[in-house]
Structure formats: C-alpha cells, structure tokens
C-alpha cells in the first residue's frame, strides 16, 4: 500500500497491509505525515526575548561564553525562562541540549522563577563599601545563601556581574530595582521584605 508524506510525495510502503484500527494508532498517524496531538505537553510561557538577542550580540554569538551568556540571562530575568535558552540555542547555533546541561550542573541557575529576586553587587568598590557584611545578614535573615534555588514562591538572594550605572554602593537590587540598603539597614529591610511575602496582601506587593 501507498501514501502521501508532509510534502506531498507518494511513497509505496511495503509490507502487510494496515487495518483500519491500526490506522487509528499513534504511530499510524505520525507516518502518514498528520500531526498527533499530545495531551501530557505544556507550552512553556513566553517572554520579550530582545534582552537575550542584546546579550548574545554582546558576547560575539560565543558558545565558549556560554556561562556568562546564561548568568546574564539570569541577570534580566531573575531566572533562566525555558523560551530564553530556546532563543539562544536558535540565534547563537548553541544545541539546546548544550545550554541546558550547563545550566543544570551548575547550582547558581535556576529555572524556577522566585517570587522575589535579590541582588548584592561584588564589585570592588561595593565590597569597600561593606556588601559582604549587607550578603551576610541578608543570607541569615533570609534563611537562604547566594546562589541557593529558592521554594515556590520564595526570595532567591543572587550575586551582580556588574555595577549599575550611577548606582551608590554597596549596590543591593530588589527584582533588579537598585534599594538603597546598607550593613546597618540590612537586617529590618530583610525582616520588612519577608513579611510583605507572607502577608496574605503580597498580592499586591510593594517595594520594601
């Protein structure tokens, strides 16, 4: 028996001929070119992507920077969306296979999006002006660490790659919005963020 396949040529297929329940199957379908649709798949959300297309032309399409292209991405976002590495792996050739494997060795990137991302800036000029102590107390009163994958929900404290520009120091960013925290002011703004996230009212969340 024949058949057509997605580009419309004709194929003799030899062998047994196929019964009309078989013709039913999954496999049936899929040979005969007609698209099977799959109940257990979810589309992954999308996302403006035009920030990683900027981070991609910023490191030259490198795959050898693939660490640093996926810490900026994680940068913008506050997280690595399934559609940003998507966009990625299509621009810069990058298998996808490739930056999702990076990505899951190593335990500074997560693909969970945290309810609330906090940010230190380690630059020299930020540790002069006290952000390990500022990294230290948020960590504890947090409950969390630098780097950790934090709960549903949760606020994931993360580490800046560079300063912002016009930014004071020690430079402390909350969903990528510079606050103005110091070591002394660190601990209440800390315990004020994670009582504004428990608060049945957090659905409307102000800036703390």
Do not use: N
Not at 97 to 117: I, M
Not at 199 to 205: E, I, K, L, Q, V
Request: aromatic content about 8%.
């Amino acid at each position: 028996m024949g058949g057509f396949d997605t580009r419309g040529r004709f194929h003799v297929h030899w062998g047994a001929a196929e019964q009309f329940a078989e013709r039913r199957e999954e496999s049936a379908l899929r040979r005969s070119g007609r698209p099977v649709p799959d109940t257990a798949y979810e589309h992954f959300g999308g996302i403006d992507t035009a920030p990683v297309d900027a981070i991609l032309k910023r490191h030259d399409y490198d795959q050898k920077m693939i660490l640093a292209i996926l810490a900026d991405i994680q940068d913008v976002y506050g997280y690595l969306p399934v559609a940003a590495l998507k966009r990625a792996s299509q621009v810069s050739g990058a298998p996808y296979a490739l930056l999702y494997g990076t990505a899951t060795y190593y335990s500074q990137f997560h693909f969970e999006k945290p309810g609330r991302t906090v940010a230190i800036c380690r630059c020299t000029t930020c540790a002069l002006a006290g952000a390990g102590r500022v990294a230290r107390t948020l960590a504890r009163e947090l409950h969390t660490e630098i780097g950790r994958r934090p709960t549903a929900g949760g606020v994931a404290l993360e580490s800046l790659h560079s300063h912002i520009a016009g930014a004071a120091s020690p430079l402390v960013t909350l969903d990528g919005r510079p606050h103005p925290v110091t070591a002394a002011s660190a601990a209440a703004w800390a315990r004020s963020l994670t009582a504004a996230s428990e608060s049945p009212a957090s659905a409307g969340r102000t800036d703390a």
